[in-house]
């Protein structure tokens, strides 16, 4: 299967600041490719990259064997982006946005109606058609911006964090919707800050950090690299942090990882009769427990694992909760 | 766990997302079309939009021909002679702003980012805007032109005289809404493009004979005064209302609207083109 999109050595700049340091992928035709990494990582500079929206500095990118910088025109001919924020005029109506775009496509003014009518419908947003978009929200929004995305379907979708900010059921939705795309044959490439997503919808991932790819392979290949999964305790009382540590060092012996709340304590566990294992000690010790999960490892934990370091990021917990 | 009430199942999913063949890219003259109608429908769905575009001719009319007019020409009714072709060109010029601050807003709002990632001759998004905003122009002409006939205005060249002028000023307006284009591109919120446009707007509306005539300025004021391509645009406005010779003013004033188009929107288009 010939590749979608393949970068060798990217480098961008912003003024002093290096926002890409030789990012090298090689994204397979019709798969879904996650980008997954913190605020600043690179993600959107590379999306915009491919896209055309920027020219790198150093380093090719070729995107369906077009490169973006000498066949931008063509190169735009064959995909669509739905940038990190609505990218839909909200002072227009959902049906008029979609026309818009359909017209500006090369449909006539007939198909671009009837396209948008059909995208509407199918992405539950008939009844809100004829309003404003600055009156949807945001779940809705982000389908009126993916749907804006596929006006024509596109051969590579680029899909920059489709679902920060979401809540769990518009996020459903939206993982829904991208699994629907990828099923007929347009190969997505989206970013992500959540582990969990990456998981749930990527083949295959990188993860990116300070501009460079420092891991790559399938999502399972990743976790295996860092554990099964992670154990998250809250105690009672912050007092008995030293005597909780020295439970849970006995038995997992150097899985703990470094949190910032008095209270609390993760680790990574290689199985999950640990955890059972782990939880009885700590009652036997009479440590009060106020709270204890098992659960994927979040990015924080992919990060520490990976680089030794927390990802200096504060929308980590959310993944993993 | 993902039972979404959003797709239809099955049949009717791959029909509407199976990939086909695309449509040829909307040629430069029908995407600039659309890109007009968006800007039309903007006007539509935000009415407030004209607010500006209305009132404030009105009441640059008003203002003027009452306060100024006794002391400037004997009567309010002489001075509006002089005044309302000046009235229209200024207030024309100073709608030009909001080409700029829509440029913006766009940018801010990642409109742009889709508009750039689309198959389409790149410059239509700038041309698209600058075709609503004539439409806009108009709409303040006209206004401008009908408080005047209520207010006394008699224009001796006639519909014919007026509207040429009103066409000139188009063209005027149209040649520096380019350069708010540009600014629109460099500064960060629609605020600061309201901003630093006025700092030129300002003397360049006030120092020229909107309001009175040269004549009545100290010399150095005359020569600088004389020079501001306003000054041509308002005589040219004046002469062609009054169905007076106005050749040589409209000629500066399509050679300054020339000049400014063939110096600003190879800049603007580039500018748009460039990342961001």
């Known amino acids: 299967m010939p590749d979608a999109i393949v970068t060798s050595g990217l480098t961008k700049n912003f003024g002093t600041t290096r926002a890409l340091d030789g990012v090298d992928l090689r994204i397979r035709k019709g798969s879904v490719y996650g980008l997954l990494g913190p605020n600043g990582a690179g993600k959107t500079t590379t999306i915009r990259i491919l896209s055309t929206l920027l020219r790198p500095d150093s380093g090719t990118a070729t995107v369906l064997g077009y490169d973006v910088v000498h066949r931008a025109a063509t190169v735009r001919e064959k995909v669509s982006l739905t940038g990190q924020y609505a990218s839909v005029d909200e002072d227009l109506t959902g049906t008029e946005n979609l026309i818009l775009i359909g017209r500006l496509l090369g449909l006539t003014w007939r198909d671009a109606r009837r396209r948008s009518t059909e995208l509407l419908e199918a992405f539950g947003l008939a009844d809100a058609a004829g309003r404003q978009v600055m009156t949807y929200s945001g779940g809705m929004r982000r389908r009126i911006d993916i749907a804006a995305s596929l006006v024509a379907i596109p051969e590579i979708l680029f899909l920059d964090e489709p679902t920060t900010g979401l809540d769990p059921r518009s996020r459903n939705q939206v993982w829904e919707l991208v699994r629907r795309i990828a099923g007929e044959g347009t190969t997505v490439l989206l970013t992500t800050q959540y582990l969990d997503e990456a998981d749930r919808l990527a083949e295959r991932l990188a993860v990116v950090d300070h501009g460079k790819v420092i891991a790559e392979g399938t999502s399972r290949e990743l976790k295996a690299s860092i554990g099964a999964s992670a154990m998250h305790v809250r105690l009672a009382s912050a007092d008995q942090r030293p005597q909780a540590l020295e439970v849970i060092e006995r038995i997992l012996g150097d899985g703990l990882m470094p949190v910032t709340e008095p209270a609390e304590l993760t680790a990574r566990l290689q199985n999950s009769a640990q955890a059972a294992e782990v939880l009885a000690a700590l009652t036997r010790s009479n440590i009060e427990v106020a709270e204890f999960s098992v659960g994927n490892p979040s990015l924080d934990e992919v990060f520490l694992a990976l680089t030794g370091r927390t990802s200096e990021h504060p929308v980590a917990e959310e993944a993993s909760a | 766990m993902t039972t979404v009430d959003v797709l239809p199942s099955g049949e009717r999913t791959h029909q509407l997302l199976s990939m086909r063949a695309r449509s040829r890219p909307a040629s430069a003259l029908s995407s600039v079309t659309t890109l007009a109608w968006r800007a039309m429908l903007k006007i539509k769905h935000v009415p407030f939009q004209l607010f500006d575009v209305t009132v404030m001719p009105i009441m640059f009319t008003l203002l003027f021909t009452y306060i100024f007019g006794g002391a400037l020409a004997g009567t309010p009714r002489q001075y509006i002679q002089y005044l309302l ?192």
Not at chain 2, 90 to 112: A, R, S, W
Not at chain 2, 139 to 165: E, K
Not at chain 2, 230 to 241: P, Q
Request: net charge positive; charged share 10%.
């Open chain 2, 85 to 276: 072709p000046g009235v229209l060109v200024q207030t024309v010029i100073f709608i030009t702003v909001y080409t700029g601050m829509g440029i913006n807003t766009d940018i801010q709002k990642g409109l742009f980012d889709r508009f750039r990632s689309l198959p389409m001759w790149q410059p239509s998004p700038l041309l698209g805007a600058l075709a609503g905003d004539l439409f806009r122009y108009s709409v303040a002409s006209t206004l401008i032109l009908v408080m005047g006939f209520i207010l006394g205005f008699r224009p001796q060249g006639g519909a014919v005289g007026v509207l040429l002028a009103v066409a000139l000023v188009l063209v005027f307006a149209f040649a520096l809404s380019w350069l708010w284009i540009i600014v629109g591109m460099l500064v960060r919120t629609p605020e600061s493009v309201m901003t630093t446009s006025f700092i030129f707007l300002m003397p360049l509306t006030f120092a020229s004979n909107i309001f009175v005539e040269l004549s009545t300025m100290p010399g150095w004021l005359q020569a600088v005064v004389g020079r501001n391509p306003v000054t041509y645009l308002a005589n040219a406005s004046r002469s062609l209302m009054h169905g007076k010779p106005a050749g040589t003013d409209v000629m500066w004033v399509l050679i300054a609207s020339a000049v400014i188009v063939l110096v600003a929107s190879p800049i603007a288009i580039r500018m748009y083109r460039k990342e961001r």
